[in-house]
Each structure stands twice: as C-alpha cells, then as structure tokens.
C-alpha cells in the first residue's frame, strides 16, 4: 500500500499558506550530435585491469583472510546542493497525488520553482503536517525514492530518482572487489573507483543505494566472500562442424575427475576436481581443437550476495564474448558446501543459467556455448572455467594493510 501511504509529521513549528500548484517543469535529455569518436586505445584504457585481470594460478590461497573497519566506510552523496531556506508549515494536507505535485504546492509560497528529472513519482496523500519545510520535503522523498538538490542562486529544487554516491573503501583488493562487483550485479551505473583514495563512485536509486549500505553493514558481520577466479577461452575444433569431443575429458583426465554434470538451457556445467585447472586444460584441448584464451580475471561474491563479472573488461573490445558477462549467486553452508547460481548474459538478454553445488578445491567447467550465441558466422565454442575460493573478512579497529 505504498503507493497510497500517508506521511505523517510530529514536528511542532509555525504556518506556511498553500496555494494552487503551478505548472512542474520536466527535465528533456539533450542529444548528442554525431561527430568524432575516441580512438581505440584509448577508449580501452583500464585503469582496473591489474588488480582485475591478473590471476595467479601458482599461488592460489583456497581460504585466506581480510580486515575491514566498517568505521572508515560510508555512502556519501557526490553533491549535496544549497541549504534549503527556513520555513515553517503548519496543517499541510493534501489528498493521493504524484508526491512532486505535493511537493510543488510546499514550496510554492517560498517562491521556490521545481524541476522533475524523471516523474511521476509515487502517489501519495497526508493530512495535517506540522514542521520544517525541509524535514517534509525529506520525508516525502524518502517516502515516494527520489532524491533532490537546491540551487539557492536560481531558486530551483531540482528532484530525481536517481543521485550521485560515493563509498570510501579499505585498501583491501578482495573486499573493493566485493562492493564492486554487487554494485555492478544489482545493475548500478556509471561505475568509477579512484584507485588512489580506494573511492567507488555510482549512479543509484534509493532502493540500490540501501542495498550498497546494507552489503557495508553485513561485511562488518565477519561474513565469508567467494572469490572466482576466471578463465574464458575460444576453442575451435579440429575437425570442423563435428564440435569437440568432451566425452573424452573422462579419458584425459580420469573418469573420478568429474564429479558433476548438469545441463542449462544452453551448454553443460561441469563439476570438476582440481586436475582440470588453468594450466593442464590447454592439453586436452590440444588434443581435439585449437584454443586461445579471451579473458582472464577475478570477482568476488559476498556470501548469499549476487555479484557480477564482465568478460570484457578483461579481453579484447573487438571480441565476440566482449559483451559477456558471469552473474553468481553463491552460498557456503555449515558443511563447506557451496551452492552457486551462474547465468551468463549479453546485451541481447540471458543465454543460459545453472544451479550447482560443490566442495571448496572443485572447478567449474561451463561447455557447449555456440559462436551463434554471439552472432558470430566462425565455428567454435566459448568455455568458461571457474574456480572458487574462500575469503574470510575479519573486523578491526586499526588501519589495514593492501592485500
């Protein structure tokens, strides 16, 4: 019943006169011209490709530990805008109407103008509201997740669903990864970390702001991460159309290798021991195609969380899979077990998804995936391989060390 919820007010400060609400002005995107675009290598530039794209397949820790101070972690908004003016209200009612209509009736008489970036909002109603104008104007906002801005010069209260945060970090790469990593798994934009101050900045509504916060809140809680390490490969087969041979990874590598298969709507999963890993698997697929490897990195899933791996980020822009990317659901239950949701995505929409569960020193191994599904006319296929480890965060009240 939210959208017909009725704020209510305790504060107790004088009268403010409504009066008829005056036409609210909306916000029109400009368009770009066509012109000039950036050049290749620049426009691959990635400043988050070291600490992304560099997998130490020798030194693999399958459990190691973080410390994290909640204490030097917030969200912050990027800006904060004027102060609004002092003003006072007294038995502000008004019945279900878009909370903006509402809000454009508040600050009418304070000759204050509004502009909407993205209305309507909710609809909502109150009746008798006592208080600051800005206390309303905040619970009104909060009420119907839009967030606003004042431009004291212009006399503008400018509101939207959407708002400019940033998160300081600890310099710890398993825990930037984390944040990171479930900010861009719960489709947050416009992404950028300040590698020097270990500062995230994103785009949010109010419902993915609060889950930032709450993923802050639960990393104070001494939680688990998984950390996946990633290897992507294109394997074409040697004799053509007829595809690779997988049956005999069982003659490769022992039939007690594999200890899982499970189909998806597209491709197999395989659930494998630690003989099928980064540095053996080049040898079978020698032996029945030529391979090379597209993309190589790292994500980190907060235990129950849903985080996010972009193929591209760490391959070639020009590559068919560069649009690729790995959403993981991962849980760790009280007997070590883990119980992992993989969906792999384009931008043309979900290719296929699995549901699995393995022991911690157990691959992944994701077959079967078509050039078709990325539109290109070449016969091969894409192979994902995927390794999990443990990542323990640890509370501390001292500065942590990079780990």
């Given at each position: 019943?939210?959208?017909?919820?009725?704020?209510?007010?305790?504060l107790?400060?004088?009268?403010?006169?409504?009066?008829?609400?005056?036409?609210?002005?909306?916000?029109?995107?400009?368009?770009?011209?066509?012109?000039?675009?950036?050049?290749?290598?620049?426009?691959?530039?990635?400043?988050?490709?070291?600490?992304?794209?560099?997998?130490?397949?020798?030194?693999?820790?399958?459990?190691?530990?973080?410390?994290?101070?909640?204490?030097?972690?917030?969200?912050?908004?990027?800006?904060?805008?004027?102060?609004?003016?002092?003003?006072?209200?007294?038995?502000?009612?008004?019945?279900?109407?878009?909370?903006?209509?509402?809000?454009?009736?508040?600050?009418?008489?304070?000759?204050?103008?509004?502009?909407?970036?993205?209305?309507?909002?909710?609809?909502?109603?109150?009746?008798?509201?006592?208080?600051?104008?800005?206390?309303?104007?905040?619970?009104?906002?909060?009420?119907?997740?839009?967030?606003y801005?004042?431009?004291?010069?212009?006399?503008?209260?400018?509101?939207?669903r959407?708002?400019?945060?940033?998160?300081?970090?600890?310099?710890?790469?398993?825990?930037?990864?984390?944040?990171?990593?479930?900010?861009?798994?719960?489709?947050?934009?416009?992404?950028?970390?300040?590698?020097?101050?270990?500062?995230i900045?994103?785009?949010?509504?109010?419902?993915?702001?609060?889950?930032?916060?709450?993923?802050?809140?639960?990393?104070?809680?001494?939680?688990?991460?998984?950390?996946?390490?990633?290897?992507?490969?294109?394997?074409?087969?040697k004799?053509?159309?007829?595809?690779?041979?997988?049956?005999?990874?069982?003659?490769?590598?022992?039939?007690?290798?594999?200890?899982?298969?499970?189909?998806?709507?597209?491709?197999?999963?395989?659930?494998?021991?630690?003989?099928i890993?980064?540095?053996?698997?080049?040898?079978?697929?020698?032996?029945?195609?030529?391979?090379?490897?597209?993309?190589?990195?790292?994500?980190?899933?907060?235990?129950?969380?849903?985080?996010?791996?972009?193929?591209?980020?760490?391959?070639?822009?020009?590559?068919?899979?560069?649009?690729?990317?790995?959403?993981?659901?991962?849980?760790?239950?009280?007997?070590?077990?883990?119980?992992?949701?993989?969906?792999?995505?384009?931008?043309?929409?979900?290719?296929?998804?699995?549901?699995?569960?393995?022991?911690?020193?157990?691959?992944?191994?994701?077959?079967?995936?078509p050039?078709?599904?990325?539109?290109?006319?070449e016969?091969?296929?894409?192979?994902?391989?995927?390794?999990?480890?443990?990542?323990?965060?640890?509370?501390?009240?001292?500065?942590?060390k990079?780990?």
């Open positions: 019943m939210r959208r017909f919820a009725v704020i209510l007010c305790l107790i400060l004088a009268s403010c006169t409504v009066r008829t609400l005056e036409p609210v002005e909306m916000y029109k995107p400009k368009k770009h011209p066509s012109g000039p675009v950036t050049t290749r290598n620049a426009a691959i530039f990635n400043l988050e490709a070291p600490l992304r794209c560099n997998v130490n397949w020798d030194e693999q820790e399958i459990i190691s530990a973080v410390p994290f101070n909640k204490a030097a972690v917030e969200v912050v908004r990027d800006t904060e805008g004027d102060a609004l003016p002092r003003y006072f209200v007294k038995d502000f009612s008004f019945a279900t109407m878009p909370s903006e209509e509402a809000v454009a009736r508040l600050v009418k008489q304070a000759g204050i103008r509004i502009v909407v970036k993205d209305g309507p909002y909710l609809k909502i109603s109150a009746e008798k509201l006592r208080g600051e104008m800005k206390d309303i104007i905040d619970m009104i906002s909060s009420a119907s997740g839009f967030f801005t004042y431009d004291e010069k212009n006399k503008i209260l400018n509101l939207k959407e708002e400019k945060f940033r998160v300081k970090m600890p310099k710890s790469d398993a825990i930037l990864l984390g944040v990171l990593d479930v900010i861009r798994g719960n489709g947050i934009k416009d992404v950028l970390v300040d590698w020097e101050d270990m500062t900045t994103f785009t949010a509504d109010s419902e993915r702001k609060a889950k930032v916060e709450e993923l802050i809140g639960y990393l104070d809680k001494e939680p688990i991460l998984i950390a996946f390490d990633v290897n992507v490969f294109r394997v074409f087969p004799d053509g159309k007829n595809g690779i041979k997988w049956q005999s990874l069982l003659n490769h590598y022992g039939s007690s290798a594999i200890k899982l298969s499970s189909r998806g709507v597209l491709g197999r999963v395989l659930v494998t021991s630690s003989e890993n980064s540095k053996n698997i080049g040898s079978f697929f020698l032996n029945n195609a030529s391979f090379q490897q597209i993309s190589e990195g790292k994500f980190v899933v907060p235990n129950s969380w849903r985080s996010r791996f972009d193929v591209g980020r760490c391959g070639r822009r020009e590559d068919p899979e560069s649009d690729l990317s790995i959403l993981s659901k991962a849980t760790l239950d009280e007997n070590n077990r883990l119980s992992t949701e993989i969906t792999l995505d384009t931008l043309r929409g979900e290719l296929t998804k699995f549901d699995v569960r393995n022991r911690f020193g157990e691959n992944f191994l994701i077959i079967g995936i050039s078709s599904a990325f539109g290109s006319s016969e091969f296929e894409t192979v994902v391989l995927m390794s999990p480890r443990i990542v323990r965060v640890v509370k501390t009240t001292a500065t942590s990079k780990k």
